[in-house]
């Protein structure tokens, strides 16, 4: 049964109100901070926190599990973004929860970034995480034989970059394979350096070309699913353009989904229950990563998607578009003919 958005989002925006306030940093409280609450989220999922991955504070992750499950389940790590100088893992709990009631042991993992780090370190910081999952998922009830990766923005970079130069990996002795790789509004194809967030980021690179996804593609690439608002201004379009065409080029399977009108922050909150309504990036992934062995015999549940407000206009969306406009542009979208 659907719930009632609108009493939702009353208790959203006086929730709000706590953004603009003084906070102690325990409170945790972002701007994110709406679309984990109680109601908002997905329910039947089991959570433990701050689980070391490595020495280091940046160094730890949560696991969403099913409370339910017929036997061992598949892995999804998801990947959050930030511009490599941002995010923590708590803010997407909403991700967390919705893939993990489709079935998934999702692992959420924090990692370094700008000013402590630059490139590779935040690589390398996942590739250790994905070491550990290799090594303990199991107890968590998940197959490491079934081993997803997801990832929105620059957390999508992250992801695919990991899926293609696999040293970074190979460095902390994982061998599970990447089954597939949900990419969510990723710059994949950024070089020159034009912004201040990519140059902090990148500008030491010794071979800023390398660190392209478009120019790594390889016929040993796994299937990938592209997906990106057709009007984001953050991370352009042509980036998923660019990187499909590169793996088509190579004989990858690779699965294109642009969402019209809708912008950079959209599709990853729409993974989420309360705005899973606007579009189906969360079936998308289900479905894709169920086409290549995330669940043998059939996804267990359908994705649970609630009704539109009844509202003339959704709240949220305001809220949704401030977050893009506080991001700093990372790419332009240029393609490497």
């Known amino acids: 049964m659907p719930y009632r958005l609108s009493a939702l989002l009353r208790l959203l925006f006086a929730f709000l ?80 929860r919705a893939l993990a009631a489709q079935g998934f042991v999702t692992v959420i993992a924090d990692y370094r970034v700008f000013p402590e780090v630059r490139y590779p370190e935040f690589l390398e910081d996942n590739a250790q995480a994905i070491k550990w999952i290799e090594d303990n998922i199991a107890g968590y009830g998940g197959d490491k034989n079934r081993f997803f990766v997801a990832g929105h923005s620059a957390g999508a970079y992250n992801a695919v970059m990991l899926a293609l130069d696999k040293s970074f990996l190979r460095e902390y002795g994982v061998t599970m394979p990447i089954r597939a790789i949900a990419g969510i509004s990723g710059p994949y194809n950024f070089y020159p350096f034009e912004y201040g967030e990519v140059r902090d980021a990148f500008g030491d690179a010794p071979n800023p070309e390398g660190t392209q996804p478009v120019n790594l593609v390889t016929p040993e690439a796994p299937p990938m699913l592209l997906a990106s608002g057709t009007t984001d201004p953050i991370v352009r379009v042509e980036n998923s353009q660019a990187l499909a065409a590169r793996l088509k080029e190579q004989g990858i399977w690779v699965t294109e989904k642009y969402y019209d009108g809708f912008g950079h922050m959209e599709p990853v909150i729409a993974l989420g229950s309360m705005w899973r309504w606007r579009m189906p990036v969360l079936a998308d992934v289900v479905e894709f990563f169920s086409r290549f062995g995330a669940f043998p015999s059939g996804t267990p549940r359908p994705v649970f998607t609630p009704e539109p407000p009844v509202e003339q206009q959704d709240p949220m969306t305001a809220l949704i578009q401030e977050m893009d406009s506080i991001l700093e542009p990372i790419s332009m979208g240029r393609r490497n003919e």
């Open 17 to 96: 109100l706590l953004l603009g306030s003084s906070q102690p940093a325990a409170a945790q409280v972002t701007i994110f901070s709406p679309f984990n609450l109680s109601a908002a989220v997905d329910q039947g999922v089991r959570k433990h926190t701050d689980l070391p991955y490595a020495d280091g504070q940046r160094k730890k992750l949560d696991v969403y599990r099913p409370e339910e499950s017929d036997g061992p389940a598949p892995v999804v790590m998801f990947i959050y973004g930030g511009g490599w100088r941002a995010g923590d893992r708590f803010e997407y709990e909403f991700v967390g």
